[in-house]
């Protein structure tokens, strides 16, 4: 390899240093707008609310509790600790722990 291929091998390097820009970044920035443009857009601006949600909790003695008429079950509690219940009809909490003493339900409605 000759004097004049090094030189142009040094050149080279010290020609991408002095070009004002370059590729990767202005490709980074093109990335950024766009990323930035798209999550703006999926951007959540609520209409104003007119409805509120409104809850109550009703506790009972055994394995079920049910919720006043017009409310659904948003979550279920069981006493001595048991973990496994599940919602029967929408408006009532069923614990499936053999032996309960009590069981709450979480009850809400739009107002």
């Known amino acids: 390899m000759g004097p004049s291929s090094c030189h142009l091998l040094i050149l080279i390097p010290l020609l991408q240093l002095i070009i ?13 707008k766009k990323i930035k443009d798209v999550l703006n857009r999926l951007e959540y601006s609520p ?22 008429a017009g409310m659904s079950v948003t979550g279920c509690a069981c006493g001595y600790g048991c973990g496994s219940w599940d919602v029967q009809g929408g408006t009532t909490c069923h614990c499936q722990c053999s032996v309960m003493d009590w069981t709450t339900a979480r009850c809400c409605y739009l107002a």
Do not use: H, I, N, Y
């Not at 007119?50 to 006043?68: D, E, F, I, N, Y």
């Open 20 to 32: 004002p820009g370059s590729t990767q970044c202005s490709l980074d920035s093109v990335m950024d």
């Open 47 to 68: 209409f104003p609310v007119s409805k509120k949600l409104s809850c109550t909790s009703v506790k009972s003695q055994g394995r079920l509790a049910s919720c006043p």
